[in-house]
């Protein structure tokens, strides 16, 4: 999760874990009041523990890494800016 001040000033998740073994490639926002559901034009595959951040030089944000399962990513996504699916 990182803030990314170009968009509102939001908090930005993507992915994440259940319990269990499901992994998530979502991405969501947080306005400081409700949450609601991104759908950006690409994505990561699913995963977890993953780093995010917000690239003030680009104005994007940044993805790096993750686990999903026994694999690891050591991959980067720059995000543009996804639209609220509802």
Known sequence: MAYDPANGGQLVLFGGRNNGTTYYSDTWDWNG?????LAPTSS???RYILTSSYDVATAQMVLFGGLNGSTSY????????PSVTG
Not at 74 to 79: A, R, S
Request: charged share 5%; no cysteine; net charge negative.
């Open 33 to 37: 009041a409700t949450w609601g559901q």
């Open 44 to 46: 990561p595959s699913a």
């Open 74 to 81: 050591n991959d980067t996504w720059i995000m543009g800016a």
